[in-house]
């Protein structure tokens, strides 16, 4: 089977037309494969369609697009296990001239490069595919969830993906990683206002405030002192972590993200990277004090600072906005050239017909100018000389009729008496 390129027109009409006829004809599964090429890198790909019927009304069915790599050898592959994108196509749809179908909504339900194989689809490739997807049905809105996962150093997180990607991204360069690479914005704005302010705030006020033991109550978790993130030897575990990378506590959120998860450092392995993510970065260590204080106790011992303490609630709002996955959801907005009709260039009256005449309709040029006098006096022909004639003498006798007319005058006299 020839694979179609969805970078030109063909391809792109290929997969309405293909749609447009699985809707038409109630088809529940099909496929067929083809091509996108991003960047040099191109991936031959098969799509395979189902038709979503449900009870409501049929502008209202939805069209689920799996997109999944298939072997050179073999075409067969596990729709449930395999796929790399699932995309959804929904809302109100609308039909051209040609029969083909456009969506108003889309919803991405995953990206996942580790299922994809023969070759491995990378995750920029994957949702550029799904932008030129949007794009060739006009969607106008599109969703996703975005909870990407880095599945490193599995082995000491029960082989569970635990660090979230858009939390390292936010704190890294203040955008997701869906936004850097295909706009897509996360509807709750307050974490681009909490990234902000947890992007400023130095490490220190976090462990100042998480190892001060007057600030701990009853009801919270609180570690010993010989194995917990307030021991000595987790602190300086920590510590000797950020060395490696000329990092210390002095440093900010910002910092410590954008070096700690630069994956191009060999001088940081994954589990060093999750011993940061999960003491530093995601650990939700409540201290209800904090939130209640008013004024702090002189003979309190080490005596907690007010900007650490200000820094330090800040820090109470992010980590659960950062990790709730209902406020996960990001969205993009997609606007399309209006096409504006072509006119007609023959001429038309208010009735929208072409003036005609007697002999048949008139057709006249809507560019024609007007001509002035000078112009209608030239000759119609220009190649033509036209010369004067001059009158030609004629060499025959002089005849004098003089006689003739008397007599017709006396014949007519003669005929009146």
Known sequence: MVALSLNNDEGKNQLLNYVAKVIDSGIIHSNRNYQFLIKGSSRTFKIKIHNRKNHHEDAQKTILLYIYTIAHKKEISDLEKH?????????????????QYFFTESYIHGIYKH?????????KFI???AENINKIFKVKTSKLLD???LPICLENSDNNAIISLKTIKLLQIGKTWYEKEAGFKLEDTKQYELAKKVQKIPLSS???????????????????????????????????ILKKVKLSKENTFQEITRDIFDFSNPEINNCERLEI??????????RKKVETLKEIPTWWKPQPGQK?????????KWWPAASNWTASTSKKTYTYPIEVPKKSSRPSTKNNRRPSTAFGRLVTSSTAKPTSLDELAKPKNP???????????STAPIINNSNLKKKKRKNNKKKIN
């Open 127 to 129: 949702v550029q595919l």
């Open 277 to 286: 993510w999960s003491t530093i970065i995601s650990n939700n260590l409540i």
């Open 206 to 240: 976090f462990l100042n405030i998480a190892t001060n033991s007057n600030l701990h109550t009853l009801t919270e978790s609180y570690i010993k002192l010989d194995e917990g993130l307030e021991s000595t030897k987790q602190i300086e575990k920590i510590e000797t």
């Open 115 to 123: 299922k994809c194989s023969d070759p491995i689809m990378k995750g």
């Open 383 to 393: 190649r033509k000389k036209i010369t004067k004639k001059t009158p030609v003498k």
């Open 83 to 99: 796929f790399c994108l699932k995309l959804e196509l929904k809302g109100n749809r609308t039909k051209n001239k040609r029969r």
């Open 147 to 149: 909870d990407s996962r």
């Open 308 to 316: 650490d303490i200000d820094n330090y609630k800040i820090l109470m």
